[in-house]
């Protein structure tokens, strides 16, 4: 299934078929009722155009009885969501409709996530750089030397001390 998406103000991304909203710099997703889908879709569709409140009630509510007031309650929620407090971004036009001000993107991925990925790459890479530099201190040690980094001399000096007084016992034999 594709995923179609609009990024409003590249902060907010409406995924049509999912029913969310993500809210890209608080990191929040909210799933939406149908209705609120395509009331922001049909807004963002027509961006910085008014879309009269009969055209809104028409296509999304189908002139059901109640939809004068379900407009009012989808537009208030979806302010409330989109965190505009001063009503800027769904803007209300007096006696015509409404308006979305609004940049609006089809199928774009924030940077913030792409960003990401190019540092976590480029830090691996840094890692793995410090990595291959390291000297490998098992290579620069003799095969045959103690890995406490010491030479135990303990037996060479047992072998010559055995050498030693078999010679002062007068067995040496000279030529």
């Not at 995923?3 to 999912?18: G, M, P, S, T, Y």
């Not at 029913?19 to 395509?38: S, W």
């Not at 809104?56 to 009885?65: C, F, K, P, Q, S």
């Not at 990925?117 to 793995?128: A, H, S, T």
Request: no cysteine; proline share 3%; aromatic share 4%.
């Amino acid at each position: 299934m594709q995923r179609h998406k609009l990024i409003i103000n590249q902060r907010f991304v409406i995924d049509e078929d999912l029913h969310t909203l993500k809210d890209v710099q608080t990191g929040t997703t909210t799933r939406l009722e149908l209705r609120l889908v395509l009331l922001i879709v049909l807004l963002a569709k027509q961006k910085n155009e008014v879309v009269s409140r009969a055209q809104l009630i028409n296509d999304i509510w189908g002139n059901y009885g109640g939809a004068e007031e379900g407009l009012n309650q989808a537009i208030s929620a979806l302010r409330k969501l989109m965190g505009d407090t001063d009503k800027k971004i769904i803007e209300t036009v007096p006696k015509k409709g409404y308006l979305l001000n609004a940049i609006v993107n089809e199928g774009f991925k924030p940077r913030k996530s792409i960003l990401r990925y190019v540092v976590l790459i480029m830090v691996l890479m840094f890692l793995g750089l410090i990595i291959l530099m390291m000297p490998n201190k098992s290579q620069d040690k003799p095969l045959l030397e103690p890995s406490s980094g010491e030479v135990d001399t303990t037996y060479q000096k047992k072998e010559l001390d055995s050498i030693r007084k078999r010679n002062s016992t007068g067995s040496e034999k000279t030529l």
